[in-house]
């Protein structure tokens, strides 16, 4: 059974850094491209970054380009999203998805808030 | 950037009715289209892909359809667990992938 486990949200005050995980089990990690997407409270979703299945292709949206960073460990089976200069609208629930979309983590919330 | 507006915002229906949800895309996608089931306080659920194939888990009653610009997801008879969001999903030119602001299905 695929599963995919986020950690790390919590609440951090503007201009601070978390790193968020996502640990993947159930299917061959390695080979797969995985997704962060994210999700203001009450809106919709929001693409946020991919990584492909060895790491050495990265995108990101607009949005957080230059503050955030995708990566992957395929020893740990875990996807990260470093996210730093956080924003009060970075708020959202982040999920970790895996490559076309079929399966989604069941996200880990981050408030940025003084 | 591909913008997909989602029709209604909101569509009131009554359980055993059908329900016609509009999805539209500023350029031709043409079939990768994606729909996803978003249930209050869950994480999305891809439901259908390829603009009409079922993803599984999902019965016969959800149906997609259409290409290019234009397309539409039918529930032909809503069900007490079908009461949700649906949102659209354009991947036609990935990584510049994209979802439509969503539909949400209430009990009418």
């Known amino acids: 059974e695929v599963q995919l486990v986020e950690s790390g949200g919590g609440l951090v005050q503007p201009g601070g850094s978390l790193r968020l995980s996502c640990s993947a089990s159930g299917f061959t990690f390695s080979n797969y491209r995985m997704h962060w997407v994210r999700q203001a409270p009450g809106k919709g979703l929001d693409y946020v970054s991919a990584?492909?299945?060895?790491?050495?292709?990265?995108y990101y949206a607009d949005s957080v380009k230059g503050r955030f960073t995708i990566s992957r460990d395929n020893s740990k089976n875990t996807l990260y999203l470093q996210m730093t200069s956080l924003r009060p609208e970075d708020t959202a629930v982040y999920y970790c998805?895996?490559?076309?979309?079929?399966?989604w983590g069941q996200g880990t919330r981050v408030t940025v808030s003084s | 950037e591909i913008v997909m507006t989602q029709s209604p915002a909101t569509l009131s229906v009554s359980p055993g009715e059908r329900a016609t949800l509009s999805c539209r895309a500023s350029?031709?996608?043409?079939?990768?289209l994606a729909w996803f089931q978003q249930r209050p306080g869950q994480a999305p659920r891809l439901l259908i892909f390829a603009a009409s194939t079922r993803a599984t888990g999902f019965p016969a009653r959800f149906s997609g359809s259409g290409s290019g610009t234009e397309f539409t997801l039918t529930i032909s008879s809503l069900q007490s667990e079908d009461f949700a969001v649906y949102y659209c999903?354009?991947?036609?030119?990935?990584?510049?992938?994209?979802f439509g602001g969503g539909t949400k299905v209430e009990i009418k």
């Open positions: 998805v895996k490559y076309n979309f079929d399966y």
């Open positions: 350029q031709s996608v043409s079939n990768n």
């Open positions: 999903q354009q991947y036609n030119r990935w990584p510049l992938l994209t």
């Open positions: 990584i492909n299945s060895n790491g050495d292709s990265t």
